[in-house]
């Protein structure tokens, strides 16, 4: 069984502090995807990172996936309170394997920014 | 384009009654999945479909949960009969087949929030 261990799981900070969110597994992934779910909604994807080492941007939101493919992290740049709500990382296994087209999720990790 | 359609909403039902959670995936995309959130547990699969065939359904949690797709716009999670523990909020989502290295991106409804008294 796959698992994706997220952490911190609860993080308050105040407006334009920095934050990093990671997100690890013993298991090798063929991409992991960022999403966040705020209240009343479904989970919306931030990013995909497919190759191992690489780095996407999304504005003040830096995503990075390690070179081994095995763990991920979220760092955000001068949070603001837009930034609430619960980020979700998620591991896919290629085409091939016995789960193409499932998701493993990890647990979340609900941030707070306070104004 | 809508998005994926779940109904109801909401729904209060006392122990004991069937429920019947409906799902309408996003025209096109050939892979639907049953998900239920909960502080405790997460985000958990049920249950998912490629083509209307169910492909993995080793997260359904007791034989009380059963969910079909008679066709490609269309999918049902039916709990029956209903406990308590039941209550949560069940997610259906859907995707298209990607490349080599996943699937596209899961696009989620808003979620039908369950309550079991």
């Known amino acids: ?115 | 384009d809508a998005g994926v359609i779940q109904s109801p909403r909401h729904e209060v039902t006392e122990m004991g009654q069937e429920v019947t959670l409906r799902c309408k995936p996003i025209s096109g995309h050939d892979y639907l999945f049953w998900y239920r959130q909960t502080m405790m547990r997460g985000l958990e699969l049920l249950i998912y479909f490629n083509n209307n065939v169910p492909i993995d359904d080793s997260g359904m949690p007791e034989d009380r949960f059963s969910a079909k797709m008679p066709n490609a716009s269309f999918s049902t999670l039916k709990i029956q009969p209903s406990e308590p523990r039941d209550s949560a909020v069940y997610f259906c989502a859907s995707s298209t087949t990607g490349g080599v290295f996943s699937n596209q991106p899961q696009h989620f409804g808003d979620g039908t929030r369950l309550s079991i008294l």
Request: charged share 15%; net charge neutral.
């Open chain 1, 1 to 115: 069984t796959q698992l994706l261990e997220q952490s911190p799981q609860f993080l308050s900070i105040q407006e334009g502090e920095n934050l990093t969110v990671y997100c690890n597994s013993s298991s090798v992934f063929s991409s992991l995807q960022w999403y966040r779910q705020e209240p009343g909604e479904g989970p919306v994807l931030l990013v995909t990172v497919v190759t191992g080492g690489e780095v996407k941007k999304l504005k003040r939101l830096t995503f990075q996936f390690g070179d081994a493919r095995k763990d991920s992290s979220l760092h955000i740049t001068a949070a603001q309170p837009g930034d609430t709500g619960l980020y979700l990382c998620a591991g896919a296994q290629g085409a091939g394997g016995t789960s193409y087209g499932k998701l493993t999720f990890g647990q979340g990790t609900i941030l707070t920014v306070h104004p």
